[in-house]
């Protein structure tokens, strides 16, 4: 608030700084006498006043520009297909061996919890994964695979995820060959894995990925992995981002977890879920925190949240931006307009009709904003190339060709409807009383 106050209070100064001075420059004589012309600087004092004014546009013009990029980099964004059907789920997550349990302690925990929620009126689906899901988390380690040679240039690892049973299911990911993780494979039963098919595609493996072994590890290791299931792609850690190759693991094959991250699927709104958790966790262990609790839609929105308050930056700015260009534009006109009162009422005495002097000043905004939309366009090409790497799927030039249009359009009906009020005026001025104004 002081910040503002202070900007605000030095902008005033600042700004009254410029007409002060000019004020204090006019000729005593000439400003006594009552057919005195305008003073030597007028001319120039003109120019500047529509040089900010055309500035002014110029900049709500980029600004236009750039908030319809982001919107649309939003909306693409808004669009991409997650592989995952989020709707009615509900996520938490659960870290038990920061609260002291043992790794044996903790894998007991966890399945109370997922008996616990499934007998939940409603409850369709209960599964959990040690990496949460659009949480910006990106765990990968190096595997090999059997069959595919690690050229020098080849990348040699994978994201990867410990799952319960029922994930896919849960969660919608479509199963395309094989089978998903049961209660079977467990810490002691022989070592699984499920791919998706980018995992696939990075290590030419095609649809026969089915059967064939992995090492999670360098070179050397054991190919002691059975790949048991190809999935889909879908969401991993960032909703811009696409699907990774990605190898899903058996949780319950997993000696330490520290963490997992639930997802619980309802047929009802997931509001009572919401309320319910915290309760049904309190009774298995009042001493364990419950975190990150939201349904998984609101999940996704956070993790697009930088480009969700950009976008909603650059259309609040643009926004100011015009309306200010706006305010300014009826300012410097109406103040023109009353320069030039004499002017008109010799125009009008001599025969110019009320059309010609609205066309004038008309005439005159046209050619300002065609100057401002050249500039700005200028501007918003550049600015757009610079700002390519915040947007999804938008290219900071090609869009603008049609950006520019509805921008063009809105600032010259900003433009015309700044400048509508003071034509206006300038045509309804009695040439009698024109002629005697000072």
């Known amino acids: 608030m002081f910040f503002t106050a202070a900007v605000s209070f030095g902008t005033g100064v600042l700004f009254g700084v410029g007409p002060a001075l000019y004020a204090s420059r006019a000729e005593l004589i000439s400003a006594l006498k009552d057919d005195a012309a305008q003073p030597a600087g007028a001319r120039s004092a003109a120019r500047f ?64 919890v997922e008996e616990t929620l499934a007998a939940q009126p409603g409850v369709t689906g209960v599964t959990a994964s040690s990496v949460a899901l659009f949480a910006g ?33 849960t969660l919608g ?24 098919e980018a995992f696939a595609r990075q290590f030419d493996l095609g649809r026969d990925a089915v059967g064939k072994r992995m090492a999670r590890g360098g070179r050397g290791a054991p190919l002691d992995v059975e790949i048991v299931g190809l999935v889909a792609d879908s969401g991993y850690a960032n909703v811009r981002s ?19 991250t639930f997802y619980v699927r309802s047929t009802s709104p997931p509001e009572g879920l919401l309320r319910a ?28 949240s930088r480009d969700r308050l950009i976008s909603m930056l650059a259309a609040a700015f643009a926004v100011v931006a015009t309306l200010l ?12 307009v009353s320069q030039r009162t004499r002017e008109f009422g010799l125009r009008m005495a001599l025969g110019a009709n009320a059309a010609r002097l609205r066309s004038m000043v008309l005439g005159q905004v046209g050619r300002m904003t065609l100057a401002s939309v050249a500039v ?17 799927e938008v290219d900071g030039a090609q869009p603008v060709v049609v950006a520019v249009a509805a921008v063009v359009l809105s600032v010259v009906v900003v433009g015309l409807a700044a400048a509508f009020v003071p034509a206006h005026r300038a045509s309804r001025i009695d040439p009698m009383t024109a002629l005697r104004h000072r």
């Open 49 to 112: 006043r529509n040089g900010l004014v055309m500035a002014q546009f110029a900049l709500a013009m980029t600004l236009l520009v750039m908030a319809g990029l982001f919107i649309q980099s939003l909306r693409n964004i808004g669009r991409v297909d997650l592989g995952i059907r989020t709707d009615n789920v509900v996520t938490f997550r659960l870290s038990p061996e920061t609260s002291g349990y043992e790794p044996g302690q903790s894998r007991i925990l966890f399945a109370r």
């Open 137 to 169: 988390q990106d765990w990968l380690n190096d595997v090999l695979v059997e069959g595919f040679e690690l050229e020098p240039d080849t990348t040699p690892n994978s994201r990867f995820n410990a799952i319960a049973p029922g994930y896919f299911e």
């Open 173 to 196: 990911i479509p199963l395309l060959a094989g089978r998903t993780f049961t209660e079977v494979d467990a810490l002691d039963a022989p070592k699984v894995a499920v791919v998706n």
């Open 242 to 260: 696409p699907a990774p190759a990605l190898h899903y693991i058996p949780s319950r094959q997993q000696a330490a977890l520290g963490g997992l």
């Open 277 to 304: 958790i915290p309760a049904l966790m309190a009774d298995l262990d009042p001493n364990l925190p419950v975190t990150d609790l939201r349904t998984l839609p609101r999940q996704v929105r956070n993790n697009v």
């Open 325 to 336: 260009a706006a305010v300014g534009l009826y300012g410097t006109l109406a103040y023109t």
């Open 376 to 392: 700005g366009l200028v501007a918003a090409l550049g600015v757009g190339r610079v700002a390519r790497s915040l947007l999804y």
